[in-house]
């Protein structure tokens, strides 16, 4: 499997766990860095490396009267700040081709959102930029499919490639996680990552927004530590009740630190266990 080593101590592969969380939406600076913060000093307290997310555009809101962010020129400049501010590499979506190239001179991972998975102008742009590429799978493929969304992306440049589970469609409303997709996807010899609060998140549940089912996410996280993840996946947001995108699967600091330690005593367990095997 290919290693992906984003920066001294943050490595994708290889036995290590990486958390990537932050706020669903770069709703403010002080927000972005509250949250920032408090997720630095747990992933240094675990031992875990720790990446900074957030969208600066959510394209893909249920109403088009919903909030989508401060948008490109804003958002990336709040990251940067972030990524100054924290010294923590960021991760974004990237939802056009033509903003790739702005958004990868201030991330250090691209991602491409699950819709728009099978998008072979925007991997394809992705994958020219050399940055690694989190391209997560869209909840209407078949984990096999996947293949061909990295391929798209190594036939177009040399940027290293990981996969994200976030559930599949199971009817009108509703997510379920096949926890096969995980050793499916990594079969194609790439780190995968499991997202936890877009698994439990139940799209267009509240008629003009999504809902979530956030007691399912310390199951769910638990389980795919267990089958074997490289990172983990989560939205964090001190006070999700105000959040403007995705508060009902978003995590509050309190949960977090829980399944986020629970998740790290799970991979620890399961790496050790490989060792010996």
């Known amino acids: 499997m290919q290693i992906i080593e984003l920066c001294p101590g943050i490595v994708f592969g290889g036995g290590h766990l990486v958390l990537i969380a932050g706020p669903c939406m770069a709703e403010s600076l002080e927000l972005c860095l509250e949250t920032g913060t408090f997720l630095k000093a747990l992933a240094e307290d675990l031992g875990i490396g720790y990446v900074f997310k957030a969208s600066y555009d959510k394209a893909n809101r249920t109403s088009g009267g919903s909030r989508r962010g401060p948008g490109l020129k804003a958002g990336l400049a709040m990251l940067s700040e972030v990524k100054a501010t924290l010294e923590v590499p960021v991760i974004t979506d990237v939802h056009e081709s033509c903003d790739v190239p702005r958004v990868a001179e201030i991330a250090d991972i691209l991602q491409v959102p699950a819709f728009l998975c099978r998008q072979t102008d925007l991997l394809a742009a992705c994958g020219r930029t050399g940055k690694p590429v989190n391209i997560k799978k869209g909840q209407f493929m078949a984990p096999e499919d996947m293949r061909g969304a990295v391929e798209k992306v190594r036939q177009a440049g040399p940027s290293p490639v990981m996969l ?11 997510l379920v996680v096949d926890f096969r997709s995980l050793p499916t996807m990594r079969s194609f010899g790439v780190p995968v990552v499991f997202d936890a609060t877009h698994s439990v998140q139940l799209p267009g549940g509240l008629g003009n927004a999504s809902g979530g089912n956030r007691e399912y ?44 330690r629970e998740v790290k005593a799970i991979h620890d367990l399961i790496a050790a266990g490989d060792q010996r095997a």
């Open 164 to 174: 994200t589970e976030r559930g599949a469609s199971f009817g009108y409303h509703n």
């Open 217 to 260: 996410v310390r199951p769910l996280a638990r389980a795919a530590a267990a089958v074997g993840i490289d990172a983990l996946f989560a939205e964090v947001h001190p006070r999700p009740e105000q959040a403007w995108s995705d508060g009902a699967n978003s995590l509050p600091f309190a949960m977090a630190e829980t399944v986020i």
